[in-house]
């Protein structure tokens, strides 16, 4: 009765049911996964949301790719990073999520492949095989730094490649692109007729700045090119579900890219009218709602740091960006048994490398989103089941 593309295992993970069980049977439990901006709380300004409430919100004009000013708003935004963009380049959507599955659609026919980073993001799986599209990973080393293995995402590359997708900087490891990192995968791309598709909805969380990091994709180089962003990281705000593709790139490829995305996007509509009123103000007020969240991210950090020190058995492979730290832990056990154990027994839950596709083990994923306390109680859990 049901499709092959939804042929899921269904049955809930140990992990989680022991998450269940736990938090059922009242047991305080340190997230140290919890990844949503809106549950570690950073204050929000009162007036936030009162731009959704404006009378313009109250009609509804579709219009496929958004309303001009909030697409005017995105374009002065990619102007602030560097890029001066027309609006009449940048679509609208619900989410990131959305963004991929729209461009999957124009990318890809069914059995098409498109290659994503490794170690990266665990939903590229469910957004491609959604979209009947199968994933090809292309991996990145760490030598001091995170580097993307040029060679081996050539060799990953096939007649069926569609799309490669970089993630700048990436989730989870926060290792941003370098200028010649860049140029080369867009050289390729433009070379073998393949889209490139950039994420870069964590690129105003950096750690320190370094002139060699690349520039946003969003420029018309050789390579056809869909860059996306959204609120739910540069403003933190998830639950408004707005984000956005700028098309860049050779002509006609891009005029081409942007005529079928107004059909495919003309086809649901699905970005609300009142987020769309709301986007300038927002957009306007991404320092203000940043300032927190980096203090956070910066403190949490710091705290790892200065808990690991030189004795520990774990070590920090250090991010440049993101909202996540990597940590390299003894292989003693395996991943799996690992955060098992820290959750049964320590009631702190992490997340293991292979979630992330590690190509080894064994590593843990700490968001750097939870609440000071949360995170250094969390980490305190975590450095106390290592052996010395
Ligand atoms: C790399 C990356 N891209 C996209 C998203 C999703 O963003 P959105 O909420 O806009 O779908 C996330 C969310 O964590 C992410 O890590």
């Known amino acids: 009765m049901f499709s092959a593309r939804t042929r899921w295992d269904l049955t809930t993970n140990r992990l989680a049911r022991l998450?269940?069980?736990?938090?059922?049977?009242?047991?305080?439990?340190?997230?140290?996964?919890?990844?949503?901006?809106?549950?570690?709380?950073?204050?929000?300004?009162?007036?936030?949301?009162?731009?959704?409430?404006?009378?313009?919100?109250?009609?509804?004009?579709?219009?496929?790719?958004?309303?001009?000013?909030?697409?005017?708003?995105?374009?002065?935004?990619?102007?602030?990073?560097?890029?001066?963009?027309?609006?009449?380049?940048?679509?609208?959507?619900?989410?990131?999520?959305?963004?991929?599955?729209?461009?999957?659609?124009?990318?890809?026919?069914?059995?098409?492949?498109?290659?994503?980073?490794?170690?990266?993001?665990?939903?590229?799986?469910?957004?491609?095989?959604?979209?009947?599209?199968?994933?090809?990973?292309?991996?990145?080393?760490?030598?001091?730094?995170?580097?993307?293995?040029?060679?081996?995402?050539?060799?990953?590359?096939?007649?069926?490649?569609?799309?490669?997708?970089?993630?700048?900087?990436?989730?989870?490891?926060?290792?941003?692109?370098?200028?010649?990192?860049?140029?080369?995968i867009e050289a390729?791309?433009?070379?073998?007729?393949?889209?490139?598709?950039?994420?870069?909805?964590?690129?105003d969380y950096a750690f320190r700045p370094d002139p060699r990091r690349a520039p946003s994709a969003a420029h018309d180089g050789a390579a056809l090119a869909f860059t996306l962003g959204g609120l739910s990281k540069c403003c933190a705000l998830p639950q408004l579900k707005l984000a956005w593709i700028a098309v860049t790139g050779p002509e006609p490829e891009r005029r081409e890219a942007l005529a079928r995305l107004e059909i495919v996007a003309d086809t649901y509509l699905s970005v609300s009218t009142p987020v769309q009123v709301a986007a300038p103000a927002l957009l306007a007020r991404q320092e203000e709602l940043q300032g927190p969240l980096r203090a956070r991210l910066a403190g949490n950090l710091a705290e790892l740091r200065a808990c690991l020190g030189h004795a520990s058995p774990a070590t920090l492979v250090e991010p440049e960006g993101g909202w996540y730290a990597v940590l390299r832990v003894p292989a003693t056990v395996s991943e799996e048994e690992r955060v098992t154990r820290l959750l049964e027994e320590r009631n702190v839950l992490v997340h293991p490398g292979y979630f992330f596709d590690f190509p080894r083990e064994a590593f843990l994923i700490l968001s750097l989103l939870p609440s000071p306390d949360s995170f250094a109680g969390g980490l305190e859990r975590v450095l106390a089941d290592l052996p010395l």
């Open 188 to 203: 390729l791309c433009a070379e073998r007729g393949t889209a490139l598709v950039s994420d870069e909805v964590f690129a």
């Open 19 to 184: 998450l269940e069980e736990k938090r059922a049977r009242g047991e305080t439990v340190l997230d140290l996964t919890e990844s949503n901006p809106t549950r570690v709380a950073l204050p929000a300004p009162d007036d936030l949301l009162a731009p959704l409430a404006q009378p313009a919100a109250l009609r509804y004009e579709p219009s496929p790719f958004g309303l001009p000013a909030a697409r005017a708003a995105v374009a002065a935004e990619f102007a602030r990073r560097g890029t001066a963009l027309d609006p009449s380049r940048i679509l609208l959507t619900a989410s990131t999520s959305e963004a991929y599955a729209f461009l999957f659609k124009l990318l890809c026919d069914p059995g098409d492949e498109v290659l994503v980073p490794c170690p990266g993001y665990p939903l590229f799986d469910f957004l491609a095989s959604l979209e009947s599209v199968r994933v090809r990973s292309y991996p990145s080393a760490w030598d001091g730094e995170w580097q993307v293995d040029l060679s081996a995402l050539e060799s990953a590359m096939s007649p069926r490649t569609r799309a490669v997708v970089v993630v700048n900087p990436n989730n989870p490891t926060g290792a941003f692109l370098k200028r010649g990192e860049l140029e080369a």
